[in-house]
């Protein structure tokens, strides 16, 4: 079982930037891989970046890629979404999400967070 917690949202203006942490809880948080999904007011909850167990590879979503950086610390069972130029359209409930697999479909993910919510004013 992982217990997912996340933290660093908030009110920003276009153009700033935010860091996004997940803490796990559970021994095991090595062996999952990681990601970050979105889901705004009125929408489908969509991806925006992954990272693998190991911090070897990482997959960013069309949006994200440029101006987010996903991390981790294996050490401190945390991972980060650096969010960079942030614009009113990231404005969404961003979640961190857990897997044992290879997949990165919504479907696909194992446990979730609850979310912490990023408002971006223009």
């Known amino acids: 079982q992982v217990q997912l917690v996340e933290s660093g949202g908030g009110s920003v203006q276009a153009g700033g930037s935010l860091r996004l942490s997940c803490a796990a809880s559970g021994r095991t948080f090595s062996s999952y891989a990681m990601g970050w999904f979105r889901q705004a007011p009125g929408k489908e909850c969509e991806f925006v970046a992954a990272i693998t167990w190991s911090g070897g590879t990482r997959l960013y979503a069309d949006s994200a890629k440029g101006r987010f950086t996903i991390s981790r610390d294996n050490a401190k069972n945390t991972v980060y979404l650096q969010m960079n130029g942030l614009k009113s359209e990231d404005t969404s409930v961003y979640y961190c999400?857990?897997?044992?697999?290879?997949?990165?479909?919504?479907?696909?993910?194992?446990?979730w967070g609850k979310g912490t919510l990023v408002t971006v004013s223009s």
């Open positions: 999400a857990a897997t044992r697999g290879t997949s990165w479909s919504i479907e696909a993910m194992d446990y």
